[in-house]
């Protein structure tokens, strides 16, 4: 009895594994097609979300049900943040999840099975909260490149604004010329919001509660607010780069004055064994050999 469910869980990982290669196969070099409007960074997902995302229509289900609505609601801003919101849905994100847990279940029954079972739990426990890790450092990816582009999209909407073109009319120009970056896909989805009539301080304050990084927040506030009380926009940007780049410079010293520190257990692990053995290891040798 128990070699034939052993030949099953075998047969049953077999095929699995066969049809996660043909997955990827077909899926490793394509892109993930979208259709939307604005024009987006070119992204790629890593290389396991896209061979288990095809099986959310397995878990589909449970994920859109008034059980996991909460979930749903935690997980919606946060992939706007990660600038995944017109890729993948909160239902799906959710049913993404799932699929990991069924796959982490998967390998900690098999691992109990097979009698390794530390080994197969650590395994399982990193597959099962990959997507929450992915989507954390998408996140933060995200807003490193935002706080380092704002200064220079800021001065750029001041020399305009203050040469006497609208802000509008400068950020379209500014956006034609950069490089799509984080902070350009956002603009521009704000710019053809106000396009199609949206309000700019409606628009202005949509772009900060979808984002919500925090340098590109108080720039927006001190926009609508010279907005609503009629004050020189150019003077409020000018005032805003300013003070973006004060905080990109010191949070770089920040970084450089940490490296020092960082490096030391990297230096202790990897380095120092090596030369204590070049340097201790041909005496021991010689010890070593004189005792013998």
């Given at each position: 009895m128990y070699g034939s469910f052993m030949v099953?869980?075998?047969a049953l990982c077999a095929a699995f594994s066969v049809g996660c290669l043909a997955l990827m196969a077909g899926r490793f070099l394509?892109?993930?097609?979208?259709?939307?409007?604005?024009?987006?960074?070119?992204?790629?997902?890593?290389?396991?979300?896209?061979?288990l995302l095809p099986f959310i229509t397995v878990t589909r289900p449970l994920a859109t049900g008034p059980s996991l609505?909460?979930?749903?609601?935690?997980?919606?801003?946060?992939?706007?943040?990660?600038?995944?919101?017109?890729?993948l849905s909160p239902a799906d994100f959710v049913a993404l999840r799932l699929v990991f847990f069924l796959v982490a279940l998967l390998l900690l029954g098999f691992g109990l099975l097979a009698g390794y079972f530390w080994g197969w739990a650590l395994l399982a426990l990193l597959i099962a909260l990959f997507p929450g890790f992915w989507l954390s450092s998408e996140i933060k990816r995200r807003h490193l490149s935002i706080m380092k582009a704002l200064p220079n999209v800021l001065d750029l909407l001041t020399l305009s604004v203050e040469s006497g073109r609208d802000l509008l009319s400068a950020l379209r120009d500014i956006l034609v010329r950069r490089k799509l970056d984080p902070l350009g896909e956002e603009l521009m989805r704000t710019f053809q919001e106000i396009q199609f009539g949206r309000k700019r301080t409606e628009a202005l304050r949509a772009l900060a509660q979808?984002?919500?990084?925090?340098?590109l927040t108080a720039a927006l506030n001190s926009i609508i607010q010279a907005e609503e009380?009629?004050?020189?926009?150019?003077?409020?940007?000018?005032?805003?780069?300013d003070m973006q780049r004060n905080k990109r410079f010191t949070l770089a010293e920040k970084l450089a004055n940490?490296?020092?520190?960082?490096?030391?257990m990297p230096i202790i692990i990897c380095i120092?064994?090596?030369?204590?053995?070049?340097l201790i290891g041909p005496f021991a040798l010689r010890v070593v050999s004189m005792f013998q």
């Open positions: 099953f869980i075998t394509l892109e993930i097609d979208l259709s939307e409007k604005v024009e987006r960074v070119p992204r790629r997902l890593p290389v396991l979300i896209r061979l609505a909460g979930w749903r609601d935690l997980v919606a801003p946060k992939l706007w943040m990660a600038g995944l919101g017109d890729m979808r984002v919500r990084q925090t340098d009380l009629g004050v020189s926009i150019a003077q409020i940007l000018r005032i805003q780069s940490e490296a020092s520190v960082k490096i030391i120092l064994p090596a030369v204590m053995l070049i």
